[in-house]
């Protein structure tokens, strides 16, 4: 049973990224992003005029989110497995994990409320949106320092047969440095570096899809032949 939930949870992670790209995409309209550049009086009329498929977007958004719980929780579950006795990586990993899901539930709940009083004056209805947009892209920190955890897990197992490839630690690493983009988007309203552009939004979406589903497989096949010895035993 307990493999049977392991996997439920390493296929939590491409249910998560499937989902929330179609909600922030294809129902909030997200996607592109909308650049810094945008006036009040044309963020406050995305806002009104579509309201109500940017909540209903944004609240599957919130939902499809508590998806990576089950997703970080797996990850750490195989760390501390690697670890042994005192897992500090996969706690950590853990507890960055947990700011990731909070900063996505924070990003999501700013723009419903910029949908809540559409009469309000255009600035403040810009300064929300702002705001997610800018936490979105710039809370790194703990997102890098959760693939470093993750790198270096793979890198100290000894086992014969390490649950994470040695290309995927330094991948991990990688990604993990890939994804700091969005840090300088305060400083930009336009090009690359803003929170719209190849740096700071984009590069770091695509590096985050693509560990996630470089990730999932590997979690599967680590859990799967752990069973397996177990059963050995």
């Not at 009083?117 to 300064?127: F, T, V």
Request: proline fraction near 6%.
């Amino acid at each position: 049973m307990n493999t049977r939930i392991q996997l439920l949870c390493a296929w939590s992670g491409p249910v998560f990224l499937i989902t929330y790209v179609l909600a922030f995409w294809q129902l909030a309209g997200y996607l592109p992003p909308h650049p810094p550049s945008m006036s009040a009086i044309d963020v406050a009329m995305f806002y009104s005029e579509h309201h109500n498929q940017i909540r209903a977007g944004q609240i599957l958004c919130l939902i499809s989110s508590t998806l990576l719980f089950p997703w970080f929780a797996v990850i750490s579950a195989q760390m501390a497995r690697a670890e042994g006795r005192f897992p500090v990586l996969a706690i950590m990993q853990f507890g960055g994990g947990v700011l990731l899901v909070v900063f996505f539930a924070i990003c999501s709940m700013l723009w419903i409320v910029a949908t809540y009083r559409p009469e309000l004056d255009p600035n403040l209805i810009r300064l929300v949106h702002e705001a997610g947009w800018l936490i979105f892209v710039m809370v790194f920190p703990a997102y890098t320092l959760q693939l470093i955890c993750i790198g270096l897990s793979g890198l100290i197992d000894q086992s014969e047969r390490p649950w994470l490839p040695r290309w995927a630690s330094y991948l991990n690493f990688w990604i993990g440095v890939g994804g700091c983009g969005g840090g300088a988007a305060v400083f930009f309203k336009g090009g690359p570096f803003a929170w719209n552009g190849l740096i700071g939004f984009w590069l770091p979406v695509l590096l985050f899809a693509i560990w996630l589903s470089v990730m999932a497989p590997l979690l599967m096949k680590a859990i799967r032949r752990n069973a397996l010895m177990d059963a050995r035993l």
